[in-house]
């Protein structure tokens, strides 16, 4: 079966490569306070309970950085200690 369409005789790529190539479409004026208005005052708003969850969160990741890099500096001082108690022993 033969088609004639672009899309099936062409590589994949170029069909694709073509719809990005076209512009934009241009959007009126009023577009983004069109959109803000029929959205829900729920959505636009940040929760609190998610804030909170944020927080908690970040600090439980600066404190896993912070283990991390102890436990890192902690490795490399044991590795310069033992390079110097080999190299005093000779």
């Known amino acids: 079966m033969k088609t004639s369409d672009p ?3 062409e590589r ?3 069909a694709l490569d073509r719809m990005l190539s076209d512009a934009a479409p241009e959007l009126p004026e009023d577009f983004v306070s069109r959109v803000m208005a029929r959205l829900p005052p729920s959505a636009i708003q940040a929760r ?4 909170s969850l944020h927080a908690a969160l970040r600090c439980l990741r600066v404190l896993a950085l912070l283990a991390g890099s102890l436990l890192g500096l902690s490795q490399v001082l044991a590795f310069v ?6 190299s005093a022993a000779v």
Do not use: Q
Not at 48 to 51: H, I
Not at 81 to 86: E, T
């Open 7 to 9: 899309l099936f005789t």
């Open 48 to 51: 609190p309970a998610l804030r």
């Open 12 to 14: 994949p790529d170029a």
């Open 81 to 86: 200690l033992g390079i110097w108690l080999a």
